[in-house]
């Protein structure tokens, strides 16, 4: 458990969920009107405010280059107010009569087509920056497993005391070879339910024959944020000896029971780090892809299957870490656009859809879960933001390039009647797509 895990443990409820909803917003944020501003500047728009928050300044303080720099009271937003603006939005030009025709440059509506366009484009890219550095980060800080099955830490276990030692390099399980992870993974298929397995390993110039837990022991890999097992207080490393009376072998026996349960609350007896207790939790309904990859309904606790042991990993060099972090990040996006359109299509439940309770609670979750998890999640929201501003809608990010692309085949922009109608339009839609995520917060379950 690290220090995110054992803070939450500490504090817990609402205060922990808000402070990091809060510092993980505040944080994309900034990145989001940073982008704005910096290439702003380099392309010569002035910025007069970089504001952190809405409402009421708590701080402020000017740069030697004229912009004010502050943070407000409602911390859920902020904005760039460049020169010339008539309010945050950057749509419509304030009186700007006063100015002379270089100062005009300066302005959002005074500058070159092509600096309009990069600097509100900046916004979502720098959301997609931070998501690529922050997934870089991990993959560096954090590794990858080594190709042969290595033996890293070795988890504590209530029944056969693993023999296994860090360092054990696997190469057979059952009898089975095991030279690379792909045969590790084919070994696993099948196995005898037993709660010890023979392995053979290679320690130091011996190989050996050792026992330990099943590959598939009933020990909790990681927990799902907003699931069951996160409300009911499971973590990871957890063994879960019983569930509703039935004594538990392998995690597959979990999957059984919980699909049957249709629901009921499932009591359920736990063993961690020597000590053993009971609790309850109750199954979610949730959709997930089967085996031929077909949506369907599902009853889950949340919680991952874990090994015995935990692989050991090798660091991995900048390219390495690139790619690895490239191919996340085009997954991140694939997965977004399908949950959109299945839900769209009525494929799945719009209970699916997160509004900022929710969001706040994943927050809180991960964040509880440890700093890696909270890392991910900040990962995932801050693409999530950069996709969303992208949008062709009216006063966010994409309206504001359709606008642009109105003008460069036009010649001329929109008339500033049909820009506000438009702004009218945009900002009800996106109150509307507020309200209704809102809604799915307080009545989806």
Known sequence: MDFFATLGAAVGGTAWTTFFFILALSVIVFV??????IVGRWSGIHAEVFSLGFGPVV????DRRGTQWQIAAIPFGGYVKFLGDADASSVRQGDVSGLTAGEKRHTMAGAPLWARTATVAAGPVANFILTFALLISMAVAFGVPREEPTVGEVRAFPFQGPSLQPGDVITAIEGRPTPDAAAFGAAMEN???ERVMHYTVRRGDQTLEVEGPHLHAPIVGSVVIRSAAIDAGLEEGDVILSLDGHEITTF??????VQQSEGRALPMQVWRKGETFDLTLTPR???TEDEGGQLVDRYQIGIFAGLAFEF???????WEAVTLAGNQVVGMVGSTFSGLWNIVSGQITSCNLSGPIGMAESMGDAA???GES???MLAVMSLGVGILNLFPIPVLDGGHLVFYAYEAVMRRPPPDRALKALMMAGMTIVIGIMLFALSRDLLCV
């Open 32 to 37: 989001h009107e940073y982008g704005h501003y």
């Open 59 to 62: 701080w402020a303080r000017r």
């Open 191 to 193: 196995l005898p339910v």
């Open 252 to 257: 597959l026996q979990l999957r059984e029971i």
């Open 285 to 287: 309904l949730r959709t």
């Open 312 to 318: 050991a990993t090798r660091s991995v060099g900048p």
């Open 368 to 370: 509880r879960i440890g």
């Open 374 to 376: 909270f890392i991910l």
